[in-house]
């Protein structure tokens, strides 16, 4: 869209160990069944293409579309995806 | 190109394969009232009672459930129309995916829960996305899995949403 960007894509996730597993990248036994899909990922963050953030659940904007939620918060997340009356 | 073509002009955008477009001074709106109302009235729930949620919370669908199987032909063609509107409404992505794991033998309760997610749609028709157009664009992820939600598989569902400026213009919700 005629717009460069300078800086890397952030990448929120409410996943503090998988934050973890994805900037340290340690071989581990139990992490030894990840795809390789995930070790893509890995080389995103080493070239500086995106950085996994964390973020707290409430404002998981995610959550959205993995579960059921309350009313109130499905309406902060509605909000927040940008989401209005006309 | 008008020379070398045969073409007209339409002008700006307004109307694209059901999806509404206003342009204005300070951004874009995208809504689908119009095919939103249009399912409404294919499956006759123009007239229900509007509902604040599409699903309900801790909301749990089974496979086998015991209640009495319903037409899989209108559930199907109600739960296509419904993943259809999904191309904007990203706020009922998670209901038509839920739903949509019983095509094959839909049960009431099954049909009970599209008929809420018509009822939620009732409620929000003008319901659009908006994106400003203020200089500072940038493009921000989120991702979120639900750890193995689905208790027959123990499959989890994952879903992320890009934001760039105000809104959400892409997202996903898959098991």
Same mark, same amino acid.
């Given at each position: 869209?005629?717009?460069?960007?300078?800086?890397?894509?952030?990448?929120?996730?409410?996943?503090?160990?998988?934050?973890?597993?994805?900037?340290?990248?340690?071989?581990?036994?139990?992490?030894?069944?990840?795809?390789?899909?995930?070790?893509?990922?890995? *080389?995103?963050?080493?070239?500086?293409?995106?950085?996994? *953030?964390?973020?707290?659940?409430?404002?998981?904007?995610?959550?959205?579309?993995?579960?059921?939620?309350?009313? *109130?918060?499905?309406?902060?997340?509605?909000?927040?995806?940008?989401?209005?009356?006309? | 190109?008008?020379?070398?073509?045969?073409?007209?002009?339409?002008?700006?955008?307004?109307?694209?394969?059901?999806?509404?477009?206003?342009?204005?001074?300070?951004?874009?709106?995208?809504?689908?009232?119009?095919?939103?109302?249009?399912?409404?009235?294919?499956?006759?729930?123009? /007239?229900?009672? &509007?509902?604040?949620? &599409?699903?309900?919370?801790? =909301?749990?669908?089974?496979?086998?459930?015991?209640?009495?199987?319903?037409? &899989?032909? /209108?559930?199907?063609?109600?739960?296509?129309?419904?993943?259809?509107?999904?191309?904007?409404?990203?706020?009922?992505?998670?209901?038509?995916?839920?739903?949509?794991?019983?095509?094959?033998? &839909?049960?009431?309760? /099954?049909?009970?829960?599209?008929?809420?997610?018509?009822?939620?749609?009732?409620?929000? =028709?003008?319901?659009?996305?908006?994106?400003?157009?203020?200089?500072?664009?940038?493009?921000?992820?989120?991702?979120?899995?639900? %750890?193995?939600?689905?208790?027959?598989?123990?499959?989890?569902?994952?879903?992320?949403?890009? /934001?760039?400026?105000?809104?959400?213009?892409? %997202?996903?919700?898959?098991?």
């Amino acid at each position: 869209m005629h717009q460069n960007q300078n800086t890397p894509t952030e990448i929120y996730c409410d996943n503090k160990s998988a934050i973890a597993l994805s900037k340290n990248p340690v071989f581990h036994g139990r992490s030894k069944h990840i795809d390789i899909r995930f070790h893509k990922i890995r *080389e995103l963050i080493a070239e500086k293409e995106v950085v996994i *953030e964390y973020c707290p659940t409430e404002e998981q904007i995610a959550d959205i579309f993995t579960k059921p939620l309350k009313t *109130e918060s499905f309406y902060k997340l509605k909000k927040m995806l940008g989401m209005m009356q006309a | 190109m008008i020379k070398c073509f045969e073409m007209t002009d339409l002008g700006l955008m307004s109307y694209f394969l059901g999806i509404e477009v206003v342009q204005q001074k300070d951004g874009i709106f995208i809504s689908q009232k119009k095919y939103a109302s249009d399912i409404l009235k294919k499956f006759k729930m123009e /007239h229900s009672k &509007p509902i604040s949620t &599409p699903v309900e919370e801790k =909301l749990k669908l089974t496979r086998e459930s015991d209640g009495k199987r319903v037409d &899989p032909t /209108h559930y199907k063609s109600l739960i296509g129309s419904l993943r259809y509107l999904t191309a904007q409404r990203s706020d009922i992505v998670c209901g038509v995916g839920l739903l949509s794991r019983y095509m094959e033998e &839909p049960r009431v309760s /099954h049909l009970q829960g599209a008929k809420r997610i018509l009822r939620y749609i009732k409620g929000t =028709l003008t319901d659009g996305i908006f994106y400003g157009n203020n200089s500072d664009v940038k493009l921000v992820g989120y991702t979120d899995s639900d %750890w193995a939600g689905d208790t027959e598989t123990r499959k989890s569902t994952s879903g992320y949403a890009f /934001h760039l400026g105000t809104g959400a213009i892409s %997202w996903s919700s898959k098991k």
